[in-house]
């Protein structure tokens, strides 16, 4: 098997071979490398979504939609302007996206939060 036949693992801490030429580097935009990540990213990462070009910055998560009973993964504001008005925030889904650039803050409350969050039915509310 050669070393571009070994899948790309998602790893946030840098290695300490990153100058290893026979590294492939981070997986690009079009890459699906939605499997190798945590169901739900620490609020504060930055993402870009499958056929996309912005960032998002991820603010909250298992956000309901105003305009139909939709429940999303995620909600993020364009990077790094913020949030700049109500239009420009993005409900998206897991397996919408395509690449981490940033992975946000995480320590024991982050966990025990996210463990809360996956054991809800898919479709529950954060507080319930």
């Known amino acids: 098997m050669s070393h571009d036949d070994v899948p790309r ?28 990540m945590p169901k739900y990213l620490p609020l504060g990462s930055v993402v870009v979504l499958r056929n996309g070009e912005k960032r998002l910055l991820i603010f909250g998560r298992r956000q309901k939609d105003t305009a ?5 993964d995620y909600v993020g504001v364009p990077y790094p302007e913020g949030n700049i008005m109500p239009k420009a925030t993005f409900l998206f889904n897991h397996e919408d996206i395509a690449r981490i650039f ?9 966990e025990a939060w996210v463990a809360r969050l996956n054991a809800l039915p898919p ?6």
Do not use: C, I, K, M
Not at 11 to 23: E, I, K, N, T, Y
Not at 102 to 110: K, V
């Open 9 to 36: 693992r998602w790893d946030p801490s840098p290695s300490p071979d990153d100058d290893d030429p026979a590294d492939p580097g981070p997986a690009s935009p079009d890459e699906d490398t939605s499997f190798l």
């Open 68 to 72: 139909n009973p939709r429940v999303f």
């Open 102 to 110: 940033y992975l946000g803050y995480a320590d024991e409350e982050e």
């Open 123 to 128: 479709e529950g509310s954060p507080l319930s």
